[in-house]
């Protein structure tokens, strides 16, 4: 009997204990499926939150350690925040593109722009009232990527995506979403030109965020608070695996009409 519709699955990975220095992600990933005995199959994609990976890859840094500049003592008095923050998010930025109280819009070293540099306090270290801890993102998402989708491949025989994602805002809406910053055998983006619609149409400029949907999805079950799912397994995506990088999904500065 043939099935009469498609679906996609959302799987999240639960009991996973919290990361720390030099972890190996894969291993994780791995040993919980087997202990919950979820197989992974083919053309599964592993979803993970950026703070695991940037945990096991020491990227914690304590504010106490920052000694700030002139420039991000006069950014953090605009801000309202931090000057050893502030600091930081230079450090980790090409440029500054907004600054207003509470917030500094950046275009990170990596290409993408984002609220303070992607810099976070949320869920970084247990017991750190005074928030002296901040967690930076991943120096390479893409090479993370690629190291955890070799290894579960290599483990498992079974040709898997691996996508890394982080919540930022977008222009013009409110509220955060599920974006990624690091790929692995997932398309970025799909080129549907060409393809006809219902009615015949060929479609003429249809390119699709499919990483970026893959993300949104995930991040409805990963939560923001204490969900305590950093991994999440898509099963059914629609579109072949290939290789790709995060340079897919960024908009070169000459072509971007909000700035």
């Known amino acids: 009997m043939t099935a009469d519709y498609q679906k996609m699955e959302y799987i999240g990975l639960i009991d996973i204990p919290l990361v720390e220095v030099k972890d190996d992600i894969a291993e994780i990933i791995l040993y919980n499926a087997r202990r919950h005995n979820l197989k992974i199959f083919a053309n599964d994609i592993i979803i993970i939150t950026q703070k695991i990976i940037s945990k096991s890859e020491s990227r914690l840094r304590d504010l106490r350690s920052v000694e700030p500049s002139r420039k991000a003592i006069g950014i953090a008095k605009k801000a309202g925040k931090d000057p050893r923050l502030v ?71 079974k040709k898997v995506g691996v ?40 479609l003429r400029a249809t390119f699709v965020a499919a990483a970026d949907e893959l993300a949104a999805g995930a991040s409805l079950l990963m939560g923001q608070a204490n969900e305590q799912i950093p991994v999440v397994i898509a099963r059914g995506f629609p579109y072949p695996l290939r290789e790709s990088s995060l340079n897919e999904l960024i908009r070169l500065k000459k072509n971007d009409l909000f700035q």
């Open 87 to 157: 600091q930081l998010i230079l450090n980790e930025s090409e440029e500054v593109m907004r600054v207003r109280k509470g917030l500094i819009i950046t275009r990170h070293k990596n290409g993408f722009v984002c609220a303070n540099a992607g810099i976070d306090h949320s869920n970084t270290v247990q017991g750190d009232i005074e928030q002296n801890m901040v967690l930076l993102l991943p120096e390479d998402a893409d090479r993370s990527a690629r190291l955890i989708r070799d290894k579960i491949q290599e483990q498992t025989g």
């Open 163 to 202: 996508i890394i994602i982080d919540s930022h805002g977008r222009a013009w809406r409110n509220g955060t979403i599920g974006t990624t910053i690091g790929i692995a055998g997932v398309p970025g983006v799909v080129d549907l030109r060409g393809q006809e619609d219902l009615f015949g149409y060929k």
